[in-house]
């Protein structure tokens, strides 16, 4: 495999709104985000994935873009986005821009002349179907935030198709003249320096209406290799598709070189996995056998064919020490445990503001405390179809996209350091104990355990190209595996429970000596044959010889 330089880098993803307000308007803002960079570059992180800063009605916080080439006011000016770029790159920091292209806001100056004018060429920009003859919408296709994905348009006696809110009409990526638009679009950015782009839902766009085809519809993969060659497909960028329906061979034809599409992909196949028939809104607990084999399919299917981005959390999943660690007796101890489990695999790691000094799900006590336009849809949409408010508010607290958007801590002054106006959202009230500040002190902290992770990365090339060899399978508490090439070899350990456990490791393994290279317990010069595991203890363990 060709190495690139995006394959021993870490992503640091920012969420704008709740990261730094500069200007205390209560909201994140570019400026806020120029602050932090020296704390970006302390923790090693080398590449930023910045969550939408485009011109925005804010519908649904910055997915909903109504131009491409401007900034948002609340988020600063274009001069403010140079700027960032600017003294990103003096700190060798890359931006990857959010892109949003399967859909635009309704304000968009596109769709305003689409509906407006019915013969103009941005009419053919968006999706319009007729009613069907008894007036009923044009098929059964739900929105993904809930209700149908059809819209009635009294203008012009037509729907518009919609998969997200009605305020984000679909683009038809069957039209030539679009295609050109974007990709116009894409090099402009291109252009300002940027290190590559997420692109949001980008599974969507090859979808076929009429078929009922949404996701990874025949269109999608000459699509993406029509915008590979005439955008990034020659420049040295990282390119992300969010795509929740990919399998391993899916993601194959994203991201194997070979094919000019994309760096890599998100798949979310371990995150349902604690969604009960696919549903976020019926929590199950966590199976870890299930979950490891999972993983393992993705560390092994995609090892020459592929590259793999490994995440934990983004801005639409919960807080990760809450899901699948313990936020409250062993919170540090287990969001060590999941940093290593997740850094020593193969891939590129992403890093969710908070997530390295281990910030926790916010528990609401009141509906309306929440902002996100997702959790606020479902919740009416389930509560009108009989399921219980207690029901829909304790599914919030566990898998709300509020989780990762409460602001940011920087230290525990009042508002958590994020801003000296009214916060946009509340925040969560452990701040005072969980935040920046205290982490920086403490040398113990969440915070210097991702700084050495990312720091291994960068030394030891086994981690970023070895084989993965997985250990221990059908162990229902512990995730173990080896990481090997040719010059090393490396054995990684993970307590998934709060239990003190007991574990018999392979042969071949005990009694070789080794070198700890990280833990968040105890430190071993050579491997036992029983090994005896604290609650959420971790390690991984250099093989000598």
Not at 265 to 289: A, R, S
Not at 306 to 321: A, E, I, M, Y
Not at 398 to 408: I, K, L, Q, V, Y
């Amino acid at each position: 495999m060709e190495k690139r330089w995006w394959h021993d880098s870490v992503v640091y993803q920012i969420y704008p709104r709740s990261f730094c307000d500069s200007n205390g308007d209560g909201i994140g803002d570019i400026q806020g985000i120029i602050s932090k960079l020296d704390y970006i570059q302390s923790l090693g992180a080398d590449v930023i994935w910045l969550s939408p800063v485009y011109q925005s009605p804010m519908d649904d916080n910055g997915y909903d873009i109504s131009d491409y080439q401007a900034i948002a006011p609340e988020f600063g000016t274009m001069e403010d986005m140079r700027e960032l770029l600017d003294k990103a790159k003096q700190r060798d920091i890359r931006i990857v821009m959010d892109l949003v292209v399967n859909h635009t806001s309704d304000e968009h100056p596109w769709f305003v002349e689409a509906k407006s004018n019915p013969d103009s060429e941005y009419r053919d920009f968006y999706i319009w179907r007729d009613a069907k003859e008894d007036g009923s919408k044009p098929n059964d296709i739900d929105s993904i935030f809930g209700g149908s994905a059809w819209q009635w348009d009294e203008e012009n006696q037509q729907y518009f198709f919609h998969l997200f809110s009605k305020r984000q009409p679909d683009l038809n990526w069957e039209n030539p003249t679009l295609h050109q638009k974007v990709f116009d679009m894409m090099n402009w950015w291109i252009d300002q320096g940027i290190g590559g782009f997420r692109l949001d839902v980008i599974d969507l766009i090859g979808k076929e209406i009429d078929k009922g085809i949404t996701g990874n519809g025949e269109r999608l993969h000459p699509l993406l290799q029509k915008m590979n060659q005439a955008t990034f497909g020659d420049k040295d960028l990282l390119t992300v598709g969010e795509t929740w329906g990919a399998t391993p061979d899916i993601a194959k034809l994203y991201s194997n070189p070979d094919r000019d599409e994309l760096s890599m992909v998100f798949q979310f196949e371990h995150i349902t996995l604690t969604w009960q028939d696919g549903d976020k809104w019926q929590p199950k607990p966590l199976d870890l056998v299930e979950f490891k084999q999972v993983l393992t399919k993705w560390q092994v299917e995609l090892k020459n064919d592929g590259w793999n981005s490994l995440f934990w959390n983004n801005h639409d999943l919960p807080r990760v020490v809450s899901k699948y660690g313990c936020d409250k007796e062993f919170r540090v101890e287990s969001a060590k445990m999941l940093a290593t489990t997740l850094h020593f695999m193969k891939g590129t790691p992403y890093i969710f503001q908070g997530e390295e000094i281990g910030m926790t799900n916010v528990a609401f006590d009141t509906i309306d405390q929440y902002k996100d336009i997702e959790t606020l849809n479902f919740y009416k949409v389930k509560t009108e179809s009989g399921v219980s408010h207690d029901h829909m508010l304790k599914a919030i607290h566990e898998n709300g996209r509020d989780n990762a958007r409460t602001p940011m801590h920087w230290n525990n002054s009042s508002n958590a350091g994020f801003t000296s106006g009214q916060p946009w959202i509340e925040l969560n009230p452990n701040y005072q104990t969980i935040n920046v500040s205290d982490a920086l002190e403490d040398k113990n902290s969440i915070f210097y355990h991702y700084q050495q992770l990312i720091a291994l990365r960068k030394a030891h090339p086994v981690i970023v190209y070895g084989d993965f060899i997985p250990l221990l399978e059908d162990h229902s508490q512990v995730f173990a595996y080896e990481r090997k090439d040719e010059n090393e070899h490396i054995v990684v350990i993970n307590n998934f429970s709060k239990e003190r456990i007991n574990v018999s490791l392979p042969s071949h393994l005990s009694g070789k000596s080794c070198t700890t290279l990280i833990t968040n317990e105890s430190t071993l010069t050579a491997i036992p044959e029983t090994c005896t595991l604290n609650p959420y203890e971790s390690f991984a363990l250099k093989i000598e010889g």
